[in-house]
């Protein structure tokens, strides 16, 4: 199993850290700085916790003055490259808030973010004056270094993972759009990525906003293409019929001219029917399009897990996603484990299995999951 990324931060890497910190200010205190980064509830810290006790070991060892402990920082920060350094923009978000200190605070975000990243300590700013920050992050999207142009995404996107949220923006997304109107054709694929997933993030509670743009968007640039493709992704989960009819996908009762339905068969089988938790099943999966002209297909199975509470709930996996000849069947088998996961705890009971074509289920079977076997 691999280890957990809060194991980054072990003894080697503190003690080489402070180590580099005194190459820059001598009266830096190294085993003290270790000593307080380590002391305490240190060890049961998870990573987010462990870059914020860096933090503020920082801010007791290094000068009082905020600008002063910047100047340190800066002789330093190109050594300092990658995901483990984002306690300099923690240190940022934690010392710099003052209003006297935005235009310090804000330059350091823009240079701390191209060695490591500063999406997660931008937002306190954010939160504190979301219409001053909406205008900075816009001219950061001109920005000449891809980092910073991706952090004026990234840094806003309503719902990030592992950050706070952005409830004002969660509400009204508007702000940031022209942001993304600028980023839009991006040629860097890392802030392309960036702006398909604050479209996917706007999408779960403005999607009509995310249809409206990608449509105006469409067609108009293969980068832009690709970020509207990957924008979409939740509203083709949801099959939504306008995101389907623009990226082409085969509509329920197609070929009127012949009457015929989407699909002419289809059926899904689970075997064995009765696992324990922790075991596997095998899909087998048909699906046979109607004859005639060629159709765009994307094919899920979804299974409603059993909750604790007893309800379920539907999650849908796909399974194929491209155009089919028609009169063509799309057959194979897919194997679905029940061991337990961080995001998903199983429970016993009767699992419904189906199968999906462009949003429609076409096709049932049922699972029994039982209580794991005790060793």
Not at 66 to 74: I, M, N, R
Request: hydrophobic share 40%; glycine share 6%.
């Amino acid at each position: 199993m691999a280890e957990p990324l809060k194991a980054m931060y072990d003894g080697f890497f503190l003690e080489r850290f402070a180590a580099l910190v005194k190459t820059a200010w001598s009266p830096f205190d190294e085993s003290r700085f270790v000593e307080h980064v380590r002391d305490g509830d240190w060890e049961q810290l998870e990573l987010k916790a462990r870059c914020r006790k860096i933090t503020e070991a920082l801010g007791t060892a290094l000068p009082e003055s905020y600008g002063d402990a910047l100047a340190v920082l800066y002789q330093i920060d190109e050594k300092c490259t990658g995901l483990p350094y984002i306690f300099f923009s923690d240190f940022v978000e934690q010392y710099g808030m003052e209003p006297h200190n935005w235009e310090l605070s804000l330059a350091a975000m823009m240079r701390f973010t191209e060695r490591s990243t500063a999406e997660f300590a931008i937002r306190s700013f954010i939160l504190h004056d979301p219409e001053r920050m909406a205008s900075v992050m816009l001219a950061w999207a001109e920005h000449p270094n891809e980092h910073v142009r991706r952090l004026a995404s990234e840094g806003i996107r309503p719902r990030l993972p592992w950050a706070q949220a952005l409830p004002q923006f969660k509400h009204d997304p508007s702000p940031i759009v022209p942001i993304l109107e600028r980023l839009k054709c991006d040629p860097s694929l890392y802030v392309r990525k960036s702006v398909a997933n604050n479209l996917n993030d706007i999408a779960k509670d403005h999607p009509e906003l995310v249809i409206s743009l990608a449509e105006a968007w469409r067609g108009k640039d293969e980068r832009t293409d690709w970020i509207v493709r990957h924008g979409c992704r939740t509203l083709i989960k949801q099959s939504v019929p306008e995101i389907m009819a623009l990226f082409g996908y085969a509509k329920h009762g197609g070929a009127e001219e012949r009457n015929q339905p989407l699909v002419a068969d289809a059926s899904i089988i689970a075997a064995p029917s009765v696992i324990a938790i922790g075991g596997e099943v095998a899909l087998s999966y048909h699906v046979r399009l109607r004859e005639g002209d060629t159709a765009k297909l994307r094919i899920e199975y979804g299974i409603a897990f059993v909750k604790s509470s007893g309800k379920t709930s539907l999650k849908r996996f796909l399974l194929s996603d491209r155009e089919y000849a028609g009169g063509a069947e799309a057959y194979s088998v897919r194997v679905h484990r029940f061991a337990d996961l961080t995001t998903r705890k199983h429970y016993s009971g009767l699992h419904l299995v189906t199968l999906w074509v462009n949003g429609r289920e076409v096709a049932r079977a049922e699972l029994a999951v039982t209580e794991a076997a005790l060793s």
